[in-house]
């Protein structure tokens, strides 16, 4: 045979053996000895063809390329994270083969904070007060993107209230950031705002936090303008304590606190939710008990006085979650039932407005028969079911009732949502998100640029899912 069938044949060979090696049928060998690649451990040589037998430590080969080797790290790639192909999802992260996923999602004024399963947190929207805790403040005209607050990676929820955000650490201890022109975040000092998580001074054993506020309505909507803002902690064993706003302090005192104040009488409570310029406890015995500003979002006992301390809603013995907004409070009775209380010019009781303008006695919401959460706005009220559904009634003004374009109307009626699968539920002042049960977020309402889309052009009118945390896939 001459030199030039020789080349012909070699190069046929090799032709083939690159084809074969491109197609990722492996690498020709002799031998194991002639089988190396990055991150392959061992290797064997089986008919010819090189094979990986272990991969170094958490990688593994994904594309089938003895040539690639293990060329995928399965404990940080969230393409192929835990598994070949498994897919976090667009934003999503991998943290020690698992898919860091969301765990929670606080709503406020204009602001939206996401706690992931890592413990890191992402807020998007106003960051006026440095609220957004990435170190800098904006303005009115500019709202942030969805960015990791800075210094925080244990967190296990948030909340968001008047240019104010919390977290709660797996510490026990609880971070702030934002406006603290009343002491609201609870650090010892009043004044200066907070661009990144600064804690909650002497809290070791907190569970929850909600946070609450308002504009001050002394001073004009410009920029500069500040925000009266309170929160409260449920802590391990009932306790309740409470910074900020003198109206959200609930110890019999006035004055602002820039420091956590024991509410009074509260050594036995199982949720805790601050509004704007009120606040309401759920006992272990089902009572409710509100404190605050006086209106008929007190009940009875607070429709013509302030009350300082924890006084009980006339009505309910059987709650097991309460929540409240601007002028009105909601809860969930034991048997799956919600009741509201308080102003209702835009029907959020789930009664009409023109025949109910307020009520301080509890109104029954109807439809609903198996909430096991509710959630309210300014505007909006919304409850979960047991069964991951989610009811909105209220103020629909640019699709917060999530049921299609809508103009500022209101409905009593209860408008169950397309079935969502939802195991959490967040309502602010514009927007509206839902966590489903693999792991994506929906959002609904008037301002994608508080969800951290900078869109100023449109609302999402049903519930639309965040392009940034998708489904989970499951390995």
């Known amino acids: 045979m001459d030199a030039g069938v020789d080349a012909a044949m070699d190069a046929g060979e090799d032709a083939g053996v690159d084809a074969a ?9 002799g031998a194991p000895g002639d089988c190396s690649a990055p991150d392959v451990v061992t290797a064997d040589c089986v008919a010819g063809r090189c094979e990986i037998v272990t991969c170094a430590t958490g990688r593994e080969s994904c594309d089938g390329d003895f040539a690639t080797g293990c060329e995928r790290d399965l404990q940080t790639d969230p393409d192929h994270c835990g598994v070949c192909a498994g897919d976090c999802g667009l934003g999503g992260a991998c943290t020690a083969g698992e898919c860091d996923t969301v765990i929670d999602v606080g709503i406020g004024h204009e602001n939206l904070c996401v706690t992931r399963s890592s413990g890191a947190v992402f807020c998007a929207g106003e960051n006026v007060r440095g609220e957004a805790g990435i170190g800098v403040t904006g303005t009115l005209a500019v709202y942030s993107p969805l960015r990791e607050v800075m210094m925080l990676d244990d967190a296990t929820s948030t909340s968001v209230g008047y240019a104010l955000a919390f977290a709660v650490r797996g510490t026990g201890g609880a971070v702030c950031m934002g406006n603290n022109a009343y002491g609201q975040v609870g650090s010892g000092s009043t004044g200066d705002l907070e661009t990144l998580p600064d804690p909650v001074s002497g809290l070791t054993d907190v569970e929850q936090v909600s946070a609450g506020g308002q504009r001050d309505r ?6 500069g303008q500040e925000y009266e803002g309170f929160a409260c902690a449920l802590r391990t064993g009932g306790v309740v304590s409470c910074w900020g706003s003198e109206y959200g302090r609930g110890d019999g005192l006035s004055g602002d606190t820039n420091v956590p104040v024991t509410v009074s009488g509260a050594a036995d409570v199982v ?42 809603v006339a009505g309910i013995t059987d709650a097991v979650r309460v929540d409240v907004g601007q002028v009105h409070s909601c809860a969930v009775r034991r048997g799956g039932q919600v009741v509201c209380w308080g102003d209702n010019a835009n029907s959020e009781l789930g009664a009409d407005s023109t025949t109910t303008p307020a009520s301080a006695t509890p109104v029954a919401v109807p439809v609903i028969a198996n909430a096991i959460d509710v959630d309210v706005g300014p505007l909006t009220s919304c409850a979960l079911g047991s069964g991951g559904e989610v009811w909105c009634w209220g103020g629909d003004g640019s699709g917060r009732l999530g049921d299609g374009p809508a103009g500022p109307t209101t409905t009593a009626t209860p408008v169950r949502l397309a079935d969502l699968d939802a195991t959490a539920l967040a309502v602010g002042l514009h927007a509206l998100c839902a966590i489903r049960r693999d792991g994506a977020v929906v959002c609904w309402g008037a301002e994608p ?9 449109s609302a999402w009118t049903v519930p639309t899912l965040h392009p940034e945390f998708p489904p989970t896939p499951t390995p």
């Open 218 to 223: 002394g001073l004009p909507s410009v920029l």
């Open 21 to 29: 090696t491109d197609a990722g049928e492996g690498v020709p060998c």
């Open 449 to 457: 640029r508080e969800l951290g889309l900078l869109d100023f052009s």
């Open 271 to 312: 949720d805790v939710s601050a509004g704007y310029e009120h606040a309401c406890l759920v006992r272990s015995s089902g009572e409710v008990a509100c404190w605050g500003r006086m209106g008929a979002r007190l009940g009875a006992a607070g429709e013509t006085a302030d009350l300082a301390v924890p006084t009980a």
